[in-house]
T-cell receptor, first 114, second 112 residues
Framework: NAGVTQTPKFQVLKTGQSMTLQCAQD?????MYWYRQDPGMGLRLIYY???????DKGEVPNGYNVSRLNKREFSLRLESAAPSQTSVYFC?????????????FGDGTRLSIL | SQQGEEDPQALSIQEGENATMNCSYK?????LQWYRQNSGRGLVHLIL?????REKHSGRLRVTLDTSKKSSSLLITASRAADTASYFC????????????FGKGTHLIIQP
């Protein structure tokens, strides 16, 4: 039972480099999410995809792009990394749009921008 | 913006004692959820309480919700060393799939 799988687990980038964080879920969920977690800030929503073929901005979308490649995969791209994007990134999924459902999280990607 | 704010930020108790943490939020909600995060891991869902519910139990967990005060509490009874983790409340404003709004978390340490 893999659940939500994120790759890579760790990454160090230089300012200005680009990178794509990968996320895949094997639970046949329709909705997927990207959050970032900074010390003392809790999790903040970057982008989400309510269903395959749709994406929407969350609370902190600037500097990021996303792609819902298919029902299983939802990737997050940093086009030109900045030190302020140093964070732990979590992908999550849930069954569908219904509001009374929990989200399932991956173990995160720890990203450092030098 | 942070919707939920947990209190206290950190809590250290002896194994076997009960642990209580609180969460306050700002806007109306459809449900409130509690998650646990072990060090270096992702969040694990613990319990969901709907806005029309006042109390909910799951094993050693008891959650209350007071929508008039915009607050919730999580009680863990008979704590164990394995309960050491950070605990987050998250609110779902409804409207479908537009994500959760998390608080900053309570870091719980259970001392043997």
């Amino acid at each position: 039972n893999a659940g939500v799988t994120q790759t890579p687990k760790f990454q160090v980038l230089k300012t200005g480099q680009s990178m794509t964080l990968q996320c895949a879920q094997d639970m046949n969920h329709n909705s997927m999410y990207w959050y970032r977690q900074d010390p003392g800030m809790g999790l903040r929503l970057i982008y989400y995809s309510a269903s395959e073929g749709t994406t929407d901005k969350g609370e902190v979308p600037n500097g990021y792009n996303v792609s819902r490649l298919n029902k299983r995969e939802f990737s997050l791209r940093l086009e030109s990394a900045a030190p302020s994007q140093t964070s732990v990134y979590f992908c999550a999924s849930k069954m569908d749009r219904a509001w009374n459902q929990p989200q399932h999280f991956g173990d995160g990607t720890r990203l450092s921008i030098l | 913006s942070q919707q939920g704010e947990e209190d206290p930020q950190a809590l250290s108790i002896q194994e076997g004692e009960n642990a209580t943490m609180n969460c306050s939020y700002k806007t109306s909600i459809n449900n409130l959820q509690w998650y646990r995060q072990n060090s270096g891991r992702g969040l694990v869902h613990l319990i969901l309480i709907r806005s029309n519910e006042r109390e909910k139990h799951s094993g050693r967990l008891r959650v209350t919700l007071d929508t008039s005060k915009k607050s919730s509490s999580l009680l863990i009874t008979a704590s164990r060393a394995a309960d050491t983790a950070s605990y987050f409340c998250a609110t779902d404003k409804g409207g479908g799939a537009d994500g959760l709004t998390f608080g900053k978390g309570t870091h719980l340490i259970i001392q043997p």
